[in-house]
């Protein structure tokens, strides 16, 4: 799961309704501020699981649902299948061209590189967090040198295999893959960081 960082006055919220396959009544809702997924959606969860909205699966006399306020208004794109589209893209990947998985507008970056050397480019300096996944064969990985212990305790690992992922910071990002073929997806929030200029 990908989250971006909210705002400190931006809430999220979980929904239960009488009916999911038609989400036409709320059965319960909360908005809560989110900051770890691991603690902050247990107490909701256990509050609706104790709630008579669950054991009636009826909202409770008087309950009014704030309603949903979507976010994102434009075109979700369909789900990738990732076999198929390195499949597809391999002509570009063996050449030493990284390709974009989904449009820059959706708030966040999926590149897949292939064969050859590739740097991330990152514009933040407190938020460059790169999720790596070496989908097809080796890579080896480099890390920006800093003299601080913080930034170096930060590097990422030597290389992946295949099947290997890791989360590295971003920031002077070294990717390099000698092997035909060879395929890692890279994963990053668009507005905390930038994947090659080349795309």
Same mark, same amino acid.
């Given at each position: 799961?990908?989250?971006?960082?909210?705002?400190?006055?931006? +809430?999220? =919220?979980?929904?239960?309704?009488?009916?999911? *396959?038609?989400?036409?009544?709320?059965?319960?809702?909360?908005?809560?501020?989110?900051? !770890?997924?691991?603690?902050?959606?247990?107490?909701?969860?256990?509050?609706?699981? %104790?709630?008579?909205?669950?054991?009636?699966?009826?909202? /409770?006399?008087?309950?009014?649902?704030?309603?949903?306020?979507?976010?994102?208004?434009?075109?979700?794109?369909?789900?990738?299948?990732?076999?198929?589209?390195?499949?597809?893209?391999? /002509?570009? +990947? !063996?050449? #030493?061209?990284?390709?974009? @998985?989904?449009?820059?507008?959706?708030?966040?970056?999926?590149?897949?590189?292939?064969?050859? %050397?590739?740097?991330?480019?990152?514009?933040?300096?407190?938020?460059?967090?790169?999720? +790596?996944?070496?989908?097809?064969?080796?890579?080896?990985? *480099?890390?920006?040198?800093?003299?601080?212990?913080? %930034?170096? %305790?930060?590097?990422?690992?030597? #290389?992946?295999?295949?099947?290997?992922?890791?989360?590295?910071? #971003?920031?002077?990002?070294?990717?390099? @893959?000698?092997?035909?073929?060879?395929?890692?997806?890279?994963?990053? +929030? =668009?507005?905390?960081?930038?994947?090659? =200029?080349?795309?």
């Amino acid at each position: 799961m990908l989250e971006r960082i909210r705002n400190e006055r931006e +809430l999220d =919220s979980l929904t239960w309704f009488t009916d999911f *396959a038609t989400c036409d009544e709320v059965l319960f809702e909360r908005y809560f501020v989110c900051r !770890d997924l691991g603690k902050d959606l247990v107490p909701v969860v256990n509050e609706f699981n %104790a709630s008579e909205a669950k054991r009636t699966l009826r909202p /409770v006399p008087g309950f009014k649902p704030a309603g949903l306020h979507a976010t994102y208004t434009g075109h979700v794109p369909d789900p990738v299948h990732v076999d198929t589209f390195v499949d597809q893209s391999m /002509v570009h +990947l !063996d050449t #030493g061209r990284a390709v974009r @998985m989904f449009p820059r507008e959706l708030g966040f970056s999926v590149v897949v590189f292939g064969k050859g %050397a590739h740097t991330w480019e990152s514009n933040d300096a407190s938020q460059g967090e790169v999720w +790596l996944y070496q989908w097809r064969g080796q890579c080896a990985l *480099a890390g920006s040198s800093s003299s601080s212990a913080a %930034a170096a %305790a930060a590097l990422p690992p030597p #290389g992946l295999s295949e099947g290997e992922c890791c989360v590295v910071d #971003g920031r002077g990002l070294h990717v390099e @893959m000698n092997s035909q073929g060879s395929a890692m997806l890279a994963v990053a +929030l =668009s507005d905390v960081a930038k994947p090659p =200029s080349s795309l």
